[in-house]
């Protein structure tokens, strides 16, 4: 007997879910253009300085912060346009999706900037435990809330995802008390 969750059949019928999230990937691809052209000088400023290093870190974390703000802006001004504009008028009425969507973008590009800066500081070790722990949460939170809010509930279940590994993140990258000690 297969094992399904329940799910709001409007969330697969018009795809609305799908469409807005792709908009969200997007915004990964700058995201990922700037993490993989930084990471070498990110892996060289760890190794002589840790303090320039936690400096590039943080204005990485702005960067990422940027554009999340900027796409959730224009989500939460424009968003029923711009569904409209690609996707036809069928999409139209998603521009609350789109914003929640957006913010769970927004903590996305920031856990991934914080993911370059913990492979170039490599510090491999706790990253598939923080990704299990990031699908283990998206899973449970999706099994709750898509249900009950539907598409929406699956943009609050991604973000939380999402904010699992912006924190692992953000604890890989900071140093331990002893290497702070010794810079």
């Not at 799908?18 to 060289?44: C, D, E, H, K, S």
């Not at 370059?116 to 510090?123: G, I, S, T």
Request: net charge positive; with cysteine; aromatic share 12%.
């Amino acid at each position: 007997m297969p094992i399904t969750a329940p799910f709001e059949p409007s969330l697969f019928a018009d795809a609305a879910f799908n469409v807005v999230a792709y908009l969200m990937f997007l915004g990964n691809f700058v995201v990922a253009a700037i993490g993989q052209a930084v990471t070498p000088r990110l892996a060289a400023v760890c190794r002589a300085d840790p303090i320039a290093y936690r400096r590039l870190v943080l204005r990485l974390v702005g960067y990422g912060a940027a554009l999340g703000v900027a796409g959730l802006a224009v989500a939460l001004v424009a968003g029923d346009s711009i569904l409209r504009l690609l996707y036809g008028d069928r999409y139209a009425g998603h521009g609350a999706l789109f914003a929640w969507v957006m913010l769970g973008g927004a903590v996305f590009y920031v856990a991934s900037l914080l993911w370059y800066a913990a492979v170039a500081a490599r510090r491999l070790a706790a990253q598939p435990f923080i990704l299990l722990v990031a699908m283990a949460v998206t899973t449970v939170a999706c099994v709750f809330l898509v249900p009950a809010h539907g598409a929406i509930g699956a943009s609050w279940s991604l973000t939380l995802g999402f904010l699992v590994r912006l924190v692992g993140g953000a604890f890989t990258v900071m140093p331990a008390r002893s290497e702070r000690n010794r810079a």
